[in-house]
């Protein structure tokens, strides 16, 4: 097969070689971001981890804050596909379920990528800032409208508002607060005294908790 080539999706044999290989770097910065936190991302520790010279990764990232900004907007598409995923088995007008299943899929997403939380929610990285027109920030959007839509939904339907906060914008940033309060201390080993069986029951009571702020009233079972 010759380079000018293509394959079903219109792809040159060299752009699915530069594509796999892109990927090969970000997988391979995720790797070391767990192993030694993203503050310390350098590309010849990638380099190295690859077998590859760094400065032939510049040939793929124009420096560490591009890669950055590629793994984070990568980290928030992440997040909005595991949400869809969750919610997709629960059915359109049950709005209180939809709120626990977009609930407890961002804890699990959490648990299962604890790179790519602490990547996206952890300590900012020093001396990167995202773009502010960039990838990162529609990715972010899209991750955060899983909870938009549902309160917004609440809010038009024949049921008054959460006690606390009336306004859909207000109690939206109030519910996912209470829930990501909840996975942050989790996924930061805070909660290292309670057992399994403990945690999942305090996270039912803030799921509920939230959901409530949200103008819900989900019938929640303890774990």
């Known amino acids: 097969m010759t380079d000018g080539s293509t394959d079903e999706g219109g792809l040159s044999r060299r752009e699915r070689l530069r594509a796999d290989t892109v990927e090969e770097i970000k997988h391979a910065a995720l790797g070391l971001i767990a192993e030694h936190g993203s503050a310390n991302l350098r590309f010849t520790d990638i380099a190295r981890t690859m077998g590859m010279t760094a400065p032939a990764l510049y040939r793929y990232f124009a420096d560490r804050d591009e890669l950055l900004t590629a793994l984070v907007a990568d980290s928030f598409d992440n997040l909005s596909d595991a949400l869809t995923e969750t919610r997709a088995g629960v059915a359109p007008d049950d709005l209180d379920g939809r709120f626990l299943a977009t609930c407890t899929g961002y804890r699990t997403w959490a648990q299962r990528n604890p790179e790519r939380f602490a990547l996206i929610f952890g300590s900012p990285v020093p001396g990167y800032a995202a773009p502010p027109d960039g990838p990162t920030v529609a990715a972010a959007k899209r991750a955060m409208e899983h909870m938009v839509e549902l309160v917004a939904d609440t809010s038009r339907r ?24 909840f996975v942050t201390l989790e996924a930061y080993g805070h909660f290292h005294a309670l057992d399994e069986a403990d945690r999942d029951r305090l996270f039912a009571v803030q799921a509920a908790v939230a959901a409530r702020t949200a103008g819900l009233a989900p019938q929640v079972e303890q774990p």
């Not at 008054?160 to 309060?181: C, K, N, Q, R, Y």
């Open 158 to 181: 024949d049921r008054p508002a959460g006690p606390l906060v009336p306004d859909p914008g207000e109690a939206t940033m109030l519910a996912w607060a209470t829930i990501h309060g």
